[in-house]
């Protein structure tokens, strides 16, 4: 362990540079050296968590350190700690060094803003709340990153805070995900009172110790928290909009990181969901829900941004369907998988909106692989591991959650199955859009464009390589994240034998499956066998069913809308959820306060006080024991009052 | 109840008490202009000597520290009684704390300067003393005296419709009063009947042993009187009204200092004293402190002028308080404890930011304000941190406490705890809302309003230096609990003792 006392630098690095930054930015550093503070920082992270890795890569072990205490509770106490093994180990690799890459890109993309040290500061900030949430050893930490990390979000999508549509997004981003804080804290709260302990070792080994459907209930409602930080239904809608923050913004939070902690927070908590078939199918449902319908909204959006926001709402909800089904390595792998293809469309959309511009809308862009060839052919790259063709990471991580889910439970898998053809089809449709297809952009733009400097070039093209080869790496991953998630190798003092027996139930149901763990063995199976060829062709089916209606017009869009008039205009409209909403929380509630305080404050109690004031003075003036009348009644009073008092006094003596 | 005393080896209390009293006396006879560093200097000394009294407080046991008595009326069984125990030093502390910052604050009165400052340090002394009494003459001697200077600060120095406030303010709190007065004196009537005693002081009227029926009478009074401080629902509507009327530096102190005076008297009376009554009205208490967080929340939502939402929101946390105190259990306390020091810390910041914009703009109504974070960004900071640990973000000052209150009630009763976390989604609503209609959204913002931004001053010296250790202490309190909660920890078990046999 102690040769592993390093790794608090891994959180701290990048809250220093955020307090440089945040301290000297405007007056000393500027632009660029700010941007500089903030790459180097989150490198330092990004580099020690790497040896990390490597470190538990060779021993398998985990490693708790405890900074410091930071509220005695009773006999328990809170620490500030880090929890390092594989599965930390490997959120905070993908937090870091995807990080990097986007800090990198951000010093490019930012150039020229007027508060350009500002936004290192809080990206640096974000950083470490989000790595403060990956490696606590409690729920208390993970609950200060978790909230931490949606501040950051809240002030980042509000970056452009004099824009009224960016101050909304920010407003309801947070607002949203407080409703899953509140179900997260009374999870914790129950947590506390079941367990009396907050720290995860030991509610791993006291879960068997209290009743099954406390266990159920503090799952579901730390579970809430996850639905609000990962957007999934009902709690999504604040996603889409929060693509109002800058692109890098959207890459790292909205995309690679934040948005996942709830998948890492269901796979931390791995023995606690386990232990639960309930609580397992509720994430299975939620999840696969979420993959479906948001796949149906991604169909119909016009703004470049807003379709990719889509697709991380739905690929996250894969990842929450393989932890429902028991394949939490999977879901893990899904997840640093998704997170670099994911992160790579939104740099290179970034890059597109540099290069045009910031116009938004796909129906005003076209043709630009002409002008920007790099980013049009990492774009590419991105999509295709999206859409899950091989050899890409997608394929690899999301092809195996859909396979498995045909053995388990094939209304699941009709969902997933269905949603990944959807996926294919937006996202080549933006592709071909954006990117191919005629000629629509504006002349005064055309006379601009240009491809991207090299700040913003190579991180594209690094994470595009990593799209490329991390599939397969997949049998690596799994192996590697064993001891984390598999009771079968997970070491005694992890996980007792005894929580080992009740998470099996909820595992159980993933023991039939086999799908092959080795890449080229996936590889093969999938062109072999009836299922991996069906799945196959339905993504190479989207992606055609995009040429055909957007770069060779052979079907017209405008037809299909027409059409399928009823489900455009559902998909179109978000499934009503944000008018709904919108309805009954933001319009509903306010005219609600605004009635309650009229009738409450001001009508009842207000008129009770007053009137009894009037009422007294109108008493004093008849009286006319003086003139200033109020006061005096309560003089008078409290003289009466005393004086009963002390005659009982007296009688007494 | 048995109560150790560990007397003081200088008068340090008695000297905090005096020396403002002392200050404003001199102040009669000196011109204006010594008025504002006289008061600094003064506050400054009574702030040291607090906050090394913090540092000197012996924590690992519960005893009454920098104990001081002398006999007054004897034939009464009056005498001069003070003292701290950890929840009166750290109200102690707060006070001394708020009413330096209100004074740094304040340096750019213009109007009848000598007097404002005389008010404020005659408020200072009343109000140090109420938290540090242990003779119950003396606390309510202190109790009253702080509402002649309150009713003055409002009613000379506020807005348009000050006389109103003020005597809404008065009438309530002095009708409360009345009530408590009527309970103490039927104690120490009832102590007289049954022990042959007479005697004023708290250690006293704490072992009376009353029976149950008389426990709920004495326990009724003294709550109203508490309540309509706290002030909890329904006896909540001269606050909003003081605060929007009172001057800034008053409604930093109305807020940071006065308002603790009725969750001080629950938690130092009620509890200890009526402890059958306090379990008795547990669901009424918590009821009550429910509708305060809900209720309230969507009242501050409904508010145009910004420091009525300040001021409901100041309501809204207090619910906290009322329910980690009723919650009978060590996490409830130390959560309202907490949760009081957290209060004064951000309520007086969001305080200070209200007036900082209304120097600015003239206006405190949001319909006036708007996209001012740009043109201000060392404000727009200090506002955004008081507002998230207003809103109970971990890291800062308000999670430590609501957190603690929430677990304490979670378990007493898990039910109320589920409906006061309602507080973290509608409490994020109206401090944003508040935020973002004041700073944010330029676009939607008359031109002629952006440009006044745009010409206008970031902080002062005086603003930055009054603001600076409330965000500085905001952090303290968020990063490193420990240190409070162990201050505060035996405290709590020993003003339990009657509840978890501590």
């Known amino acids: ?653 | 109840m048995e109560f150790q005393f560990e007397p003081a080896s200088f008068p340090w209390l008695t000297v905090s008490i005096v020396l403002p009293l002392i200050a404003a006396g001199i102040l009669f006879f000196l011109s204006e202009r010594f008025a504002k560093p006289i008061s600094i200097v003064i506050s400054a000394i009574v702030f040291v000597i607090s906050t090394w009294m913090l540092f000197a407080y012996d924590y690992s046991h519960y005893a009454i520290q920098f104990y001081e008595k002398y006999n007054w009326i004897p034939q009464f069984g009056v005498s001069y009684e003070v003292g701290v125990d950890a929840l009166s030093l750290t109200m102690f502390w707060l006070t001394a704390l708020s009413f330096l910052i209100s004074f740094i604050w304040s340096v750019n009165i213009k109007k009848r300067v000598k007097e404002y400052f005389i008010a404020f340090l005659v408020l200072e002394a009343a109000c140090i003393g109420v938290f540090v009494a242990w003779d119950m003459v003396w606390f309510y001697i202190f109790w009253e005296a702080m509402l002649i200077p309150m009713f003055l600060i409002i009613g000379v120095w506020g807005y348009a419709e000050r006389i109103y406030a003020a005597t809404k303010f008065f009438i309530y709190t002095f009708f409360g009063s009345l009530f408590l007065l009527l309970g103490v004196v039927g104690m120490y009537v009832y102590q007289y009947f049954h022990t042959g005693k007479l005697s004023t002081s708290y250690f006293d009227l704490a072992n009376l042993g009353l029976p149950f029926n008389l426990e709920i009478i004495f326990f009724l009074l003294l709550a109203l009187g508490f309540a309509i401080k706290v002030p909890m629902w329904p006896f909540h509507t001269w606050l909003p009204a003081a605060h929007v009327q009172a001057p800034t530096a008053g409604s930093v102190i109305l807020a940071a200092v006065l308002l603790k005076m009725g969750t001080y008297g629950f938690v130092r009376f009620s509890l200890p004293w009526f402890p059958e009554a306090s379990k008795y009205f547990i669901p009424v208490m918590f009821t009550l402190g429910v509708i305060a967080i809900i209720y309230t929340a969507a009242m501050a939502l409904a508010q145009q002028h910004i420091k009525r939402i300040i001021a409901y929101s100041s309501v809204s946390h207090m619910g906290f308080v009322t329910l980690g105190t009723f919650a009978l259990n060590v996490e409830g306390m130390n959560g309202a404890i907490i949760t009081m020091i957290s209060h004064g810390l951000t309520s007086a910041a969001l305080f200070l930011a209200a007036g900082w914009i209304y120097e600015r703009s003239h206006s405190y109504m949001l319909k006036d304000l708007g996209g001012m974070a740009k043109y201000v960004p060392v404000f727009a900071t200090f506002f955004m941190i008081s507002a998230m640990a207003s809103v109970g973000l971990p890291g800062l000052s308000g999670f430590v406490g609501e957190f603690l209150a929430l677990l304490g009630t979670f378990k007493t009763n898990v039910w109320f705890a589920v409906l006061a976390g309602i507080a973290l989604v509608v409490g994020a609503g109206y401090t944003l809302r508040l935020y973002h209609k004041t700073m944010f959204m330029e676009e939607l913002v008359d031109s002629k309003i952006i440009h006044k931004w745009r010409n206008t001053r970031d902080m002062t010296a005086s603003e930055f230096l009054s603001f600076l250790p409330l965000i500085i202490l905001m952090f303290v309190i968020g990063v490193y609990p420990k240190w409070w909660v162990d201050l505060i920890n035996t405290t709590s078990l020993s003003i339990l003792s009657k509840f978890i046999g501590g």
């Open chain 1, 1 to 653: 362990m102690e040769n592993l006392s390093y790794l608090w630098i891994v959180p701290f690095a990048p809250l220093i540079a955020a307090i440089i930054t945040g301290l000297l930015g405007y007056k000393l550093l500027r632009e660029p050296l700010s941007g500089i503070v903030a790459v180097i920082g989150v490198a330092i992270a990004a580099v020690a968590s790497v040896s990390g890795f490597i470190h538990v890569m060779q021993t398998g072990g985990h490693y708790d350190l405890k900074l410091f205490t930071w509220m005695p509770l009773g006999n328990y106490e809170i620490s500030v700690s880090i929890l390092w093994d594989p599965l930390s180990a490997l959120m905070s690799c993908v937090v870091t060094v995807i990080s990097t890459f986007i800090f990198i890109f951000a010093t490019g993309y930012m150039r020229g803003d007027e508060s350009y040290p500002r936004f290192f500061t809080y990206l640096s900030m974000f950083v470490f709340m989000m790595l403060m949430l990956t490696l606590s050893d409690n729920l208390v930490q993970l609950f200060f990153g978790w909230e931490g990390v949606g501040l950051m979000s809240y002030l980042l999508i509000g970056y452009f805070h004099f824009k009224k549509s960016a101050a909304n997004a920010a407003f309801e981003s947070f607002i949203v995900n407080r409703v899953g804080d509140w179900s997260f804290l009374i999870g914790i709260l129950l947590a506390f009172v079941t367990f009396g302990t907050l720290d995860y070792l030991d509610i791993f080994a006291k879960i068997p110790e209290a009743e099954g459907f406390v266990i159920t209930l503090i799952a579901l409602l730390l579970f809430g928290g996850a639905v609000g930080k990962s957007a999934q239904i009902p709690l999504h809608i604040w996603l889409p909009n929060a693509m109002e923050g800058p692109t890098p913004v959207s890459a790292l939070i909205h995309a690679a990181t934040m948005v996942a902690a709830g998948v890492y927070m269901v796979a931390r908590l791995m023995p606690l969901f386990a232990s639960s078939s309930v609580a397992l199918d509720v994430v299975l449902y939620i999840g696969t829900a979420s993959a479906f319908v948001a796949a149906t909204m991604g169909l119909v959006q016009n703004d470049i941004k807003r379709i990719i926001a889509y697709s991380t709402m739905s690929q996250l909800g894969y990842m929450f369907a393989a932890e429902g089904l028991g394949l939490f390595g999977d879901g893990m792998f899904h997840l640093a998988s998704h997170a670099t293809f994911k992160a790579l469309l939104f740099l290179a959309a970034g890059s597109v909106l540099i290069g045009i511009h910031h116009i938004l809308d796909v129906w005003k862009m076209g043709q630009l692989r002409k002008y920007m060839p790099i980013t049009a052919a990492t774009f590419l790259v991105g999509a295709l591991a999206l859409a899950g063709i091989p050899p890409f990471a997608g394929f690899f991580s999301k092809d195996p959650i859909i396979e498995a889910a045909f053995h388990i439970n094939w209304v699941v898998w009709a969902l997933l199955w269905a949603g990944a053809g959807l996926t294919a089809f937006y996202i080549f449709r933006l592709y071909f859009l954006a990117f191919e297809n005629g000629d629509r952009l504006d002349p005064h733009v055309k006379s601009h464009v240009h491809e991207s400097p090299p700040n913003m070039t190579v991180p594209l093209i690094v994470l595009a390589t990593g799209a490329v080869v991390l599939g397969f790496f997949r049998e690596f991953f799994l192996n590697f994240l064993r001891p984390s998630l598999d009771p079968r190798v997970m070491s005694e003092d992890f996980v007792p034998e005894k929580t080992k027996i009740l998470m099996e139930e909820g595992l159980s149901r993933a023991h039939h499956v086999h799908v092959p763990e080795d890449a080229v063995h996936f590889l093969i199976e999938s062109l072999t066998s009836p299922l991996g060829i069906l799945a196959l062709l339905t993504a190479l089916g989207g992606i055609f069913f995009a040429y055909i209606v957007y770069q060779k017009k052979v079907i017209s869009y405008e037809w299909l809308g027409e059409t399928f008039k009823p489900l455009y205009k559902l998909f179109y409209n978000r499934w009503y959820f944000d008018n709904i909403y919108y309805a009954i929380f933001v319009y509903g509630y306010y005219k609600f306060s605004v009635f309650l305080w009229k009738l409450g404050d001001r009508f009842i109690i207000d008129g009770i006080v007053d009137g009894s004031a009037k009422v007294s003075l109108a008493a004093g003036g008849a009286l006319r024991l003086t003139q200033s009348g109020r006061i005096a009644a309560y003089v008078l009073q409290m003289s009466i009052g005393i004086l009963v008092f002390l005659s009982i006094f007296l009688i007494v003596k």
